[in-house]
């Protein structure tokens, strides 16, 4: 392990230098330090703080963009934001925080460089930490599910699943056995929130597109089904615009299978739990998510469900200098008459609740009060594809175009940076114009293969049988980390 300082440094003049560690580069992450930055350029500029993002990518993914830039409809290099552009007075490190001494004030990383020279983690010393490596998806010990199932939280996974529901296209129409057909043909989505219904609702309205340039597949070959545990499905646009958008997904011949779960998916079978029994070659897993791993590697509270346990002023319970918010913490939420409710993981509430965590840190560092997090829930909107969505927002519910339409100008208004907002604003004025794109790029995920086969050895993926890999997220992120950031050029 090779160690750094663990006292405070000093600058230049000897007054002491405050090193505030944030973990994690997603909304929480990137916006805690994007504030942080503004607000204490002078002290930046003087050496009176540094601030490092330990981050294992070199961007931030904007979530809620993704089943756009799986359908299409956006390029995925728009739907991320480059850290080092965004965070230039900031330390940028591209690693894994393996554990947290916070009594020590240290931090272990592992990087691609301590991986190569197998010496261990790198030993960071802080005064100040934010914690926030987000969430990973929530999988449960489903048979078959780690050999053939599809996770949808990263822009690699998006695109991953893009290419490859196309690539089932072009399997269906050069088959002669109709049980490989119609398995390739068959879409099996598991989970009933924002991201397996935005996904769902995007990708069929791309496929069913896709079938004008195919001589032999027509749209109701296809097959569409989502699989959700409990009675409704996006609960948070509440109960009458859910049952509207159950009406509207079978309206377009989509199975929804509520009350059901997926009880095995072995041998490209998917099994639910009413007897059900569907061919499939497409098993996608959206059915929640939980805390990061880190967590547990830490000296830090945690409630009963994983999360760091927090106070409204966003600081770990019982402990100083450490501060939290968006999935991985446990935040009261002050406006409910409920005891004991939090704030719910998701986007909205992390992207506010960094304003009020940047501005308690500064207060924190010169010694003023802190402020508490209270942010009534306003309402969601979700998109059904193309045109299509709904909306319960301060009361008022939306469905159809009005609804599609304000999805769409609200994310928009929350992507970061005047840059991403025109370019992805474009791109929607362009795809108005002119055709979908329904090209596949599965060969971008294995670009070795061609070069191995010509060089004589044997490719370490299949060059043109890529849909019999099992789907790996973890190695497509691997090489996001070691290839170009998708944000930088």
């Known amino acids: 392990m090779v160690k750094a300082a663990n006292s405070r440094d000093t600058t230049p003049d000897s007054s002491p230098r405050t090193r505030i560690l944030i973990v994690g580069g997603g909304y929480v992450g990137m916006y805690t330090a994007l504030r942080l930055q503004q607000k204490l350029k002078a002290e ?21 963009f993704l089943p756009e830039a799986a359908a299409g409809a956006i390029s995925p290099r728009h739907v991320v934001v480059p850290l080092r552009r965004v965070l230039a007075k900031c330390r940028i490190l591209i690693g894994e925080v393996r554990a947290v001494d916070h009594a020590k004030r240290t931090a272990i990383v592992a990087t691609l460089a301590t991986e190569e020279e197998g010496a261990g983690g790198v030993q960071l010393g802080y005064d100040e ?24 939280k990263s822009v690699e996974e998006a695109i991953g699943l893009r290419n490859h529901v196309l690539e089932q296209m072009d399997i269906a129409s050069s088959t002669r056995e ?14 009933g929130g924002f991201a397996g219904v935005e996904a769902l609702g995007e990708l069929e309205d791309m496929a069913r597109y896709a079938t004008r340039y195919y001589h032999n597949i027509k749209p109701e070959d296809l097959k569409w089904v989502l699989v959700e545990a409990t009675s409704r499905i996006l609960p948070e646009v509440g109960e009458e615009m859910g049952t509207y958008a159950v009406r509207e997904l079978r309206r377009r011949n989509i199975d929804v299978r509520l009350d059901t779960r997926l009880d095995s998916c072995e041998n490209r079978i998917a099994v639910l739990s009413d007897g059900t029994r569907l061919p499939t070659r497409t098993v996608v897993w959206t059915a929640g998510v939980k805390p990061a791993p880190v967590l547990a590697s830490t000296d830090l509270p945690l409630n009963e469900r994983g999360r760091l346990k927090c106070t409204p002023r966003l600081t770990v319970e019982g402990v100083e200098h450490a501060w939290a918010a968006g999935d991985a913490a446990a935040v009261p939420d002050v406006t409910s008459k409920v005891p004991g ?45 193309l045109h299509k969505g709904v909306a319960h927002v301060y009361g008022r519910k939306l469905k159809g175009y009005p609804a599609w339409l304000m999805h769409r100008v609200y994310h928009l208004s929350r992507m970061p940076t005047f840059n991403r907002k025109a370019r992805i604003l474009a791109e929607w004025t362009l795809s108005g114009l002119f055709k979908r794109e329904i090209v596949s790029l599965g060969s971008l995920e294995h670009p070795r293969a061609e070069f191995e086969l010509a060089a004589g050895a044997v490719p370490s993926r299949p060059l043109t049988r890529r849909h019999e890999d099992p789907p790996n997220g973890a190695k497509g992120r691997r090489q996001s980390r070691t290839g170009e950031d998708p944000g930088e050029s």
């Open 44 to 64: 930046l500029a003087r050496g009176r703080i540094e601030m490092t993002v330990v981050t294992p990518e070199p961007y931030m993914t904007y979530q809620p």
């Open 129 to 152: 930490l934010v914690i926030a490596p987000g969430s990973i998806s929530r999988t449960l010990p489903v048979p078959g599910l780690a050999m053939y199932g599809i996770g949808f």
């Open 178 to 191: 109709p049980a490989l057909r119609d398995a390739a043909l068959t879409f099996v989505f598991v989970g």
């Open 341 to 385: 409710a939090e704030t719910a993981p998701n986007a909205q509430h992390a992207v506010r609740q960094t304003k009020v965590l940047a501005e308690n840190i500064i207060a924190s560092l010169r010694g003023q009060p802190l402020k508490e997090y209270a942010h009534a829930y306003v309402g969601s909107v979700a998109s059904l594809g």
